[in-house]
């Protein structure tokens, strides 16, 4: 399974930018899917994520402005992010938690969103 991110890139503060990442690969049942963002120099924090059965949960930071939504059919998640502020300048990455016949998890490429004042 792999994952493919997109959608990152330049956007003002204020301004709004959607992500996109699609699984592609063999997979019987999705558990739950992540966003994460790791920023210079910080550790990787954990941004939003949805499960199974559609329940969401964000980090502090983002709620209020960042939706998670996905599409089990699809085997796509994405991350609506308004009102940007340049501290949500980072890589951006998905993270997919499933069952192809043994539990896995897999992480995407980052796409990278830079937010300017």
């Known amino acids: 399974v792999q994952l493919q991110a997109s959608g990152g890139g330049l956007a003002q503060a204020g301004g709004s930018l959607r992500l996109s990442c699609r699984a592609s690969?063999?997979?019987?049942?999705?558990?739950?899917m992540t966003w994460y963002r790791q920023a210079p120099g910080k550790q990787r924090e954990l941004v939003a994520t949805?499960?199974?059965?559609?329940?969401?949960d964000y980090s502090d930071s983002v709620k209020g402005r960042f939706t998670i939504s996905g599409d089990n059919a699809e085997q796509a998640v994405y991350l609506q992010m308004n009102n940007l502020k340049p501290e949500d300048t980072a890589e951006y990455y998905c993270?997919?938690?499933?069952?192809?016949?043994?539990?896995?998890?897999?992480w995407g490429q980052g796409t990278l969103v830079t937010v300017s004042s």
């Open positions: 993270n997919i938690h499933y069952f192809d016949g043994t539990a896995a998890v897999t």
């Open positions: 690969g063999y997979i019987v049942v999705i558990h739950s």
């Open positions: 949805i499960n199974s059965a559609g329940s969401t």
